[in-house]
């Protein structure tokens, strides 16, 4: 069984940052991807960024240049660095890792940003 557990959500300005992590436990090693996703009220949950344990990186087009993920492979955790803040990333994100052929998520956080 895999648990994850996301931190650092919150109300943030227009411009501001912040810094989302989330630590896997339990029966894994190395996930071969871990990411983030996020949904808004009304709308369908999408990708944010995911990386690879090899440290390859994919981000939404909205968000390049913005954000940064990143992953502590030896502690399971995965990381999202998100600058320069706008009110369309109010949503609630998601922790997402692959392993063993099955998708666990984490039970979310929320984010605001308020202009």
């Known amino acids: 069984q895999v648990q994850l557990v996301e931190s650092g959500g919150g109300l943030v300005q227009a411009g501001g940052s912040l810094r989302l992590s989330c630590a896997a436990s339990?029966?894994?090693?190395?996930?071969?991807?871990m990411g983030w996703y996020r949904q808004a009220p009304g709308k369908q949950r999408e990708l944010v960024a995911v990386i690879t344990s090899g440290g390859v990186t994919t981000y939404a087009d909205s968000v390049k240049g913005r954000f940064t993920i990143s992953r502590d492979t030896v502690a399971n955790t995965v990381y999202l660095q998100m600058n320069s803040l706008k009110p369309e990333d109010t949503a609630v994100y998601y922790c997402n890792v692959e392993w063993g052929l099955v998708d666990y998520w984490g039970r979310g956080t929320q984010v605001t940003v308020s202009s």
């Open positions: 339990g029966s894994i090693f190395r996930p071969r991807l």
